[in-house]
């Protein structure tokens, strides 16, 4: 008995590896829209149609937009305006002779409000000359990103795996960041699951994990590394990307259990190979995560402490710049 396939959802996908009775099908929505009014699962049923119902993919809440304190500005992650997405963070600068009162960032939060107040930029009176001017520069021609959390970016990463960027493009993050990736979109292929594949699976990372590079590991290279390890074909590499994304979703579903303090060791003999494979994910992932931080950190943000001397002498024209000189260099020292 054969249920047909499913239609798609708006600002979402269906994951399914088959059409047969029994056959199970998921649900889930882009970054910045959740499921509502319909059925996450769904089971192909002996009568030949799908239970449940399908659902729809509804716009996240978003938290307002944010007037700049006077004497000076506010800075957002993104060029678009009116609607800021959760993750979405704002950097606030003060002018010359103004010192920041309150957070420096704020971010928007899934309940779509900013988790904390707009600061003040208060006048500054300068007594004494052992200062600290702290610069930030963010670099607004381009696109800001927001960084992710774990869990958003492995929801991210798992959409960015499944589907590639045909469809994503223009909302997923990782497509913005990995222009050179091309992945196929899995629900276009058919694909059928042998006995052993989860086993191959699992063997070929824990053979990247074996080599001791994780700290290497990013979403450029992930898939590659794992398919050096011997001849495969595409098929077979559209097949393993599709378990490694269904293993991702198992982490995704149980995040306590996963990184939790309870969690088995992936060396013990006793757990499945179908629960081995999603801790092995975790172990290949956590350094991808970290080199990802790393690199949007590095992209939208840089601290500059003890700024130089021309730049405290335009900030306090009427100082003896020789006392300047002094103090930024005994700063320096400690």
Same mark, same amino acid.
């Not at 824990?206 to 011997?230: H, P």
């Given at each position: 008995?054969?249920?047909?396939?499913?239609?798609?959802?708006?600002?979402?996908?269906?994951?399914?590896?088959?059409?047969?009775?029994?056959?199970?099908?998921?649900?889930?929505?882009?970054?910045?829209?959740?499921?509502?009014?319909?059925?996450?699962?769904?089971?192909?049923?002996?009568?030949?149609?799908?239970?449940?119902?399908?659902?729809?993919?509804?716009?996240? +809440?978003?938290?307002?937009? @944010? *007037?700049?304190?006077?004497?000076?500005?506010?800075?957002?992650?993104?060029?678009?305006?009116? +609607?800021?997405?959760?993750?979405?963070?704002?950097?606030?600068?003060?002018?010359?002779?103004?010192i920041?009162?309150?957070?420096?960032?704020?971010?928007?939060? *899934?309940?779509?409000?900013?988790?904390?107040?707009?600061?003040?930029?208060?006048?500054?009176?300068?007594?004494?000359? *052992?200062?600290? @001017?702290?610069?930030?520069?963010?670099?607004t021609?381009?696109?800001?990103?927001?960084l992710?959390?774990?869990?958003?970016?492995?929801?991210?990463?798992?959409?960015?795996?499944?589907?590639?960027?045909?469809? =994503?493009?223009?909302?997923? =993050?990782?497509?913005?960041?990995?222009?050179d990736?091309?992945?196929s979109?899995?629900?276009?292929?058919?694909?059928?699951?042998?006995?052993?594949?989860?086993?191959?699976?699992?063997?070929?990372? =824990?053979?990247?994990?074996?080599?001791? +590079?994780?700290?290497?590991?990013?979403?450029?290279?992930?898939?590659?590394?794992?398919?050096?390890?011997?001849?495969?074909?595409?098929?077979? =590499?559209d097949?393993?990307?599709?378990?490694?994304?269904?293993?991702?979703?198992?982490?995704?579903?149980?995040?306590?259990?996963?990184?939790?303090?309870?969690?088995?060791?992936?060396?013990?003999?006793?757990?499945?190979?179908?629960?081995?494979?999603?801790?092995?994910?975790?172990?290949?992932?956590?350094?991808?995560?970290?080199?990802?931080?790393?690199? @949007?950190? +590095?992209?939208?943000?840089?601290?500059?402490?003890?700024?130089?001397v021309?730049?405290?002498?335009?900030?306090?024209?009427?100082?003896?710049?020789?006392?300047?000189?002094?103090?930024?260099?005994?700063?320096?020292?400690?």
């Open positions: 008995m054969d249920c047909g396939p499913l239609k798609l959802i708006e600002n979402g996908y269906v994951m399914t590896t088959r059409t047969t009775f029994g056959a199970n099908a998921t649900y889930a929505c882009s970054r910045g829209y959740e499921l509502k009014n319909g059925s996450e699962y769904r089971i192909c049923e002996s009568s030949g149609k799908w239970s449940g119902t399908i659902p729809e993919c509804v716009e996240k +809440k978003t938290c307002p937009e @944010i *007037e700049a304190p006077k004497w000076g500005r506010a800075v957002y992650s993104t060029l678009e305006q009116g +609607k800021y997405p959760p993750g979405t963070f704002i950097e606030f600068e003060c002018g010359n002779e103004t920041l009162q309150g957070q420096s960032l704020i971010v928007c939060e *899934e309940s779509g409000q900013w988790d904390s107040e707009v600061p003040k930029c208060a006048p500054q009176f300068v007594e004494s000359f *052992e200062m600290e @001017i702290v610069t930030r520069r963010m670099e021609e381009d696109e800001i990103l927001p992710l959390n774990r869990e958003d970016f492995w929801g991210e990463l798992r959409t960015f795996l499944y589907q590639g960027c045909t469809i =994503q493009s223009e909302i997923n =993050q990782l497509c913005k960041l990995h222009k990736v091309v992945l979109d899995l629900g276009e292929l058919h694909l059928e699951q042998s006995q052993g594949d989860e086993s191959r699976l699992f063997g070929a990372i =824990q053979s990247v994990l074996a080599e001791n +590079k994780r700290k290497d590991l990013s979403i450029s290279n992930l898939m590659g590394n794992i398919f050096k390890f011997g001849k495969i074909s595409q098929d077979e =590499q097949l393993y990307r599709m378990l490694f994304c269904f293993s991702m979703d198992l982490v995704i579903w149980n995040t306590q259990y996963y990184f939790g303090n309870d969690t088995p060791s992936i060396d013990d003999a006793s757990v499945d190979i179908s629960d081995k494979l999603p801790l092995a994910l975790v172990e290949i992932l956590e350094p991808v995560y970290e080199n990802y931080r790393k690199s @949007i950190l +590095k992209s939208t943000m840089s601290t500059n402490s003890n700024t130089t021309s730049c405290l002498e335009q900030f306090l024209p009427q100082i003896d710049h020789s006392r300047i000189v002094g103090i930024y260099s005994s700063n320096n020292e400690s």
